[in-house]
């Protein structure tokens, strides 16, 4: 194996439960998605294009099934995040062209460090019922485990997977509901 | 929510997904023992069941089977967002053409007269009705499966669910049917997957958009 794993390994890891594998590849991926954001919907403001970049990696987590193991990562993460930055922009009120093949030269982008902040997923988290959102400040924002949030909250870290599980499909449907 | 904690939330989720083939493989069986219970119970198979499974008109199950085969290939595949599935669509559409040429075939040799009397049975109205309502089931079962999966286009998606359960209902509604004749089976069967064709291309964008 290589210094590097490439995204189709740490994929297929993170599809065996491997949580550091996952975050290493969503980091990986997320400058890529940016950049493609940037170029295409640079109207919408730096706040904007975060939001969007926050619903393709949604997006990403909630179908990543629907990335066959042997086939190359890149063409289903360009397919996924295209569809988004469509939706986002329909959403938004004006239409895009967004070819595949235009993907491929904007990947360069600069990654930047990331005080991106954007709002829209502040909104949705707040229309979780309090535990779920609770749960997902703590191990989001404060960077706590799943065991220390359930420690906290008297409940078995299970129990916090589980919650967290539904939170973040409830997230992917407000937010599909909020672009409606 | 700034980005790096939204990925510190998303990657703390490591719960495994059902893929479209796994819950393919766990609803598809079931809603075609439903629709095949219900035929049986219901519409009643043929009168002459036993000797028509041995007989020609066998082919009235087979050839629906063999599209809901192509179909449900189809289907699975549509749920890739990456691929637009051209050999997949390619193979769908050699099949319904060999359809049509049959047809074309059939009618010359048998003339406007033939087709008139070959469709003038009440049992086409059967046959029109009974197919969309056996399809309903495994209409259901494949968008709850595909609604897994990430089609790039939903419409085209819906459109390959609904030949899928169109053909599944025409191969279970042919256990009941009594008419075997060419000229019969392929305007009446044609057009009962057709309609159901339609009804997932419209059903589509509003089912499985993700």
């Known amino acids: 194996m290589s210094a590097e794993p490439s995204w189709e390994e740490l994929m297929r890891a993170a599809n065996r439960g491997e949580q550091r594998a996952y975050a290493r590849l969503l980091q990986a991926i997320t400058p890529v998605v940016r950049g493609i954001v940037r170029a295409r919907g640079g109207a919408l403001g730096p706040e904007g294009c975060e939001d969007v970049v926050q619903d393709v990696l949604l997006t990403i987590h909630v179908k990543r099934q629907s990335w066959r193991e042997d086939a190359p990562f890149r063409p289903w993460l360009y397919a996924v995040t295209r569809h988004k930055v469509i939706d986002a922009f329909r959403a938004r009120g004006r239409r895009i062209d967004l070819p595949v093949d235009d993907f491929i030269e904007v990947l360069a982008a600069p990654a930047g460090p990331d005080p991106f902040e954007a709002q829209d997923m502040d909104r949705v988290i707040d229309e979780l019922e309090p535990r779920a959102a609770q749960i997902v400040r703590a191990i989001g924002i404060d960077g706590e485990t799943a065991a220390d949030t359930g420690a906290r909250l008297g409940m078995s870290e299970g129990a916090v997977r589980v919650a967290l599980h539904r939170a973040l499909k409830s997230i992917a449907q407000l937010r599909e509901r909020m672009i409606e | ?210």
């Open chain 2, 1 to 210: 929510m700034k980005t790096e904690d939204l990925i510190a939330v998303l990657a703390a989720d490591t719960a495994p997904q059902s893929t479209t083939g796994e819950r393919m493989l766990r609803c598809l069986p079931i809603a075609l023992m439903v629709t095949l219970i219900a035929v049986v119970a219901l519409w009643r198979v043929r009168p002459d069941f036993a000797t028509a499974m041995v007989s020609p008109a066998l082919y009235k199950t087979i050839v629906p089977s063999v599209l809901a085969l192509a179909a449900l290939w189809l289907a699975h595949g549509m749920t890739r967002p990456e691929s637009r599935m051209r050999a997949r669509w390619a193979l769908i559409g050699v099949l319904l053409a060999a359809w049509v040429v049959a047809f074309v075939l059939v009618l010359n040799s048998a003339g406007f007269s033939g087709l008139i009397s070959a469709l003038d049975t009440p049992n086409l109205l059967v046959c029109f009705v009974s197919i969309p309502i056996l399809s309903a089931l495994p209409l259901a079962a494949v968008f709850w499966a595909m609604k897994s999966g990430a089609p790039a286009n939903p419409r085209s998606a819906g459109v390959a669910a609904g030949l899928l359960s169109g053909t599944i209902a025409a191969a279970v509604y042919s256990l009941h049917c009594p008419e075997d004749a060419l000229l019969f089976f392929l305007p009446a069967y044609g057009i009962g997957v057709l309609i159901m064709a339609v009804v997932g291309g419209l059903l589509g964008p509003r089912l499985l958009r993700w």
